[in-house]
C-alpha cells in the first residue's frame, strides 16, 4: 500500500471486538484485553463498547474483584458467525468488508 495506512471499517472493528471477547471464552474478556486485541484508544473503546451493550451483542459484568468483564450474547455469536460468512463471500470476489 505504499506507506498508506489502511483504515478498518466500523463493522469490522466491532467484529475484531467481537472476537477478542469470544477468544477469552468462560472468563469474557477485560476491557484492557479489548483494547489490545481490537487496537482502539480508550476513547473508542467505550464508544464501542456502549454501541455494543446497547445493541445487546455484549453484556457486561462484574467479576470476583468488581473488574468489568464482557461477554458475548447468543445474538452477538450470531452477529459473529454471519460477520465471517460475509468476510468469506466478499474476499472470494476481492471485496474487502
Known amino acids: 500500500m505504499s506507506g498508506k ?3 478498518r ?5 466491532l467484529a475484531d471486538m467481537m472476537r477478542a471477547i469470544q477468544n477469552e471464552g468462560e472468563e469474557g474478556a477485560g476491557p ?5 486485541a481490537a ?6 473503546l467505550t464508544q464501542y463498547l456502549d454501541e455494543l451493550k446497547e445493541k445487546e451483542l455484549i453484556k457486561e459484568e462484574n467479576s470476583d474483584n468488581e473488574n468489568r468483564v464482557y461477554f458475548l ?3 452477538g455469536r450470531e452477529f459473529l458467525r454471519e460477520f465471517v460468512r460475509i468476510e468469506r463471500f466478499s474476499e472470494a470476489f476481492g471485496i474487502e468488508v
Request: hydrophobic share 25%; proline share 0%; net charge positive.
Open 9 to 13: 471499517s466500523k463493522m469490522r472493528i
Open 5 to 7: 495506512r489502511a483504515y
Open 32 to 36: 484492557t484485553k479489548i483494547l489490545y
Open 73 to 75: 450474547t447468543e445474538k
Open 39 to 44: 487496537n482502539l484508544s480508550h476513547d473508542r
